[in-house]
Nanobody
Framework: QVQLVESGGGLVQAGGSRRLSCVVS????????VGWFRQAPGKGRDYVSG????????TYADDVKGRFLISKDDEKNTVYLQMNSLKPEDTATYYC??????????????WGQGTQVTVSS
């Protein structure tokens, strides 16, 4: 059983930065793919970014490309999402999920509880 716990959310001004963390337990991070999704109130869960088990491959949604950076530390079993140049439309609950490299949430079996990011204008 894989468990994921996100942290790092909070209130940030537009143009600011925030780093989210996702601690993975139950399986080595070097053996699973991890994705980040987000969900704004009244909307569906949208793909943000993903990283392969090797760390060699990363993907980003078009609306965060160039602003967000995904990385991981296998020794800490932690995946990070560095978010820069934040916009009010980035406001959402952010979730990390495993174990897939797909951009659709139905392919992920394990989810964290989410962390709220609010970007003020």
């Amino acid at each position: 059983q894989v468990q994921l716990v996100e942290s790092g959310g909070g209130l940030v001004q537009a143009g600011g930065s925030r780093r989210l963390s996702c601690v993975v337990s139950g399986r080595s991070l070097s053996r699973i793919n991890v994705g980040w999704f987000r969900q704004a109130p009244g909307k569906g869960r949208d793909y943000v970014s993903g990283i392969s088990w090797s760390g060699q491959f990363t993907t980003y949604a078009d609306d965060v490309k160039g602003r967000f950076l995904i990385s991981k530390d296998d020794e800490k079993n932690t995946v990070y999402l560095q978010m820069n140049s934040l916009k009010p439309e980035d406001t959402a609950t952010y979730y990390c999920a495993a174990d897939s490299y797909a951009s659709m949430p139905q392919y992920y079996d394990y989810w964290g509880q989410g962390t709220q990011v609010t970007v003020s204008s």
